[in-house]
Nanobody
Framework: QVHVVESGGGQVQPGGSLRLSCVAS????????MNWYRQAPGKQRELVAH?????DYADSVKGRFTISRDNFKNTFWLQMNNLKPEDTAVYYC?????????WGQGTQVTVSS
């Protein structure tokens, strides 16, 4: 079983930046497909960014969010710039490897003036 733990959420003003981190357990991190999802109140969970064979972003975050990973540190990041109030949500890290699909507990991001 792969375990993932997110950190880095918080409150920021519109136009600000945050960097979320996700640390995953397990010896085969470089083989994991890693994703960031988010869920806003009253809305379904949505995919924000994907890092597998390709790197993909939701249209709503393209040009503002960037994902990166360090396979030696088992860490996956989401750099969020020019944040907007509609980015407010709980952000979840997701790791997929073989038949496993693991989720973190989520970290709250609030964009408000």
């Amino acid at each position: 079983q792969v375990h993932v733990v997110e950190s880095g959420g918080g409150q920021v003003q519109p136009g600000g930046s945050l960097r979320l981190s996700c640390v995953a357990s397990g010896p085969f991190f470089r083989a994991y497909t890693m994703n960031w999802y988010r869920q806003a109140p009253g809305k379904q969970r949505e995919l924000v960014a994907h890092n597998g064979r390709t790197i993909d972003y939701a249209d709503s975050v393209k040009g503002r969010f960037t994902i990166s990973r360090d396979n030696f540190k088992n860490t996956f990041w989401l750099q969020m710039n020019n944040l907007k109030p509609e980015d407010t949500a709980v952000y979840y890290c997701n790791a997929q490897y073989d038949d496993t699909d693991s989720w973190g507990q989520g970290t709250q991001v609030t964009v408000s003036s």
